[in-house]
C-alpha cells in the first residue's frame, strides 16, 4: 500500500472518532426541544445577584449606565455590584445588578444622574423579562439586498 493511502486511511479512522465520540453529544448539547427541568435550571434563583431599578435622569441612561460600569472598572472589587444595564425602551431607569441594596446605594453615590434614594427591586420571577429579545420575522426575498 503507498504511503500516501496509509495517511489517508489514518485520517478517516480518526475522523470516524471524533464523529462517534463527539457527534451524538452535539445534537444533544443544541436540541430545541429542551425539558422543562433544563429550563427551569437556566432561570434565576434566590441564590444569584438580585436586579435593581435605579431611577436616573431622563436621557441620560446609557451614559449613566457606563459612568457606573467605569466606576466599577476604577475602583475594582471595591464596588459590590456585577453590571449596569441602559435598556432603549425604558427611560428613567436603569438596572443595577448586585447582592444587595446597600451595594447599589454605595456605587450610586457621587454620580450626578442618579437619584440614589429611588431604588427598586426588581422581582426574581421578572428578572428574565428585563432582558428577553423578541424576534422579528424578516422577509427576505432572492437577489435583494448586499450580495
Known sequence: MPPHQEDHEDLEAMARSIQERY?????????????DVEQQALLPSVRDPKLWMVKCAIGRERETAVCLMQKYIDKGSELQIRSAIALDHLKNY???EADKEAHVREACKGLRNIFGQKITLVPIREMTDVLSVESKAIDLARGSGCG
Open 23 to 35: 457527534g451524538k453529544q452535539r445534537t444533544a448539547d443544541y436540541d430545541e426541544e429542551t425539558t
Open 94 to 96: 436603569i438596572y443595577v
